[in-house]
């Protein structure tokens, strides 16, 4: 099956920093999205995104699907940033979605 | 907010029992999904279902059964509980351009 892998793993970032992070997949694909899972261990959707670029508020994402990749930007970081951000995609027409490993961004005052 | 509600949020049962977790969602869509979410592992597909009496497996299904009787409901059943089972479950559905996907608010299972 298709490979998801994200980068970094972790990061810890001072309030007010920018951070882009990063998502890799193996195949192509017609669907992926990005996820933000806060410390409480609710998942929010945040970007519907299988090609070009988008933005919401602070947040934009970019995927270049012809070279496989998916880019998270952060500006301005804040606390509430803070916690899980997954990437999924999938190939198929049923939305089964296979999710990356996360990275964990911890935003400090 | 996409109107799903997982119960119970929280359990404990011993080895060997049987569980059924429920979604329930008030939105009417067609496309339902259940996750579990295991340290290392991120989230990973058990079932899916695609209208009423129609499901599929995911990546993890074994050990596991759903049913959907109702567009509203998406049962998820542990016949015989294990250890390894201990996880977080996720019910979502999809939506809009996309299959945009939206999540419940999970539900913590501890086997015992």
């Known amino acids: 099956g298709i490979q998801v892998e994200q980068s970094p793993p972790d990061l810890i970032l001072q309030e007010g920093a920018n951070s882009t992070l990063r998502c890799n997949f193996s195949d192509s694909v017609n669907n992926l999205q990005w996820f933000h899972q806060n410390p409480w261990g609710q998942l929010i959707n945040l970007f519907y995104i299988p090609s070009g670029t988008k933005q919401n508020g602070r947040l934009s994402a970019t995927t270049v699907a012809t070279e496989r990749y998916s880019l998270l930007y952060i500006s301005s970081s804040q606390t509430t940033d803070s916690g899980v951000y997954f990437c999924?995609?999938?190939?198929?027409?049923?939305?089964?979605?296979?999710f990356g490993t996360g990275t964990r961004l911890q935003v400090t005052l | 907010d996409a109107g799903i509600t997982q119960s119970p949020r929280h359990k404990v049962t011993e080895t060997g029992t049987p569980v059924t977790l429920r979604c329930h969602q008030t939105?009417?869509?067609?496309?339902m999904y259940w996750y579990r979410q295991d340290p290392g592992h991120g989230l990973r597909l058990i079932h899916y279902?695609?209208?009423?009496?129609?499901?599929d497996k995911g990546e993890v299904s074994d050990g596991y059964s759903v049913s959907r009787s109702k567009t509203e409901d998406f049962l998820l059943t542990l016949e015989s509980a294990t250890s390894s089972q201990t996880s977080v479950y996720f019910c979502a559905i999809s939506r809009g351009s996309g299959n945009t996907i939206y999540f419940g608010e999970g539900s913590w299972l501890t086997v015992v």
């Open positions: 939105e009417n869509h067609r496309y």
């Open positions: 999924a995609v999938h190939t198929g027409t049923a939305s089964k979605l296979t």
């Open positions: 279902s695609y209208g009423v009496k129609d499901t």
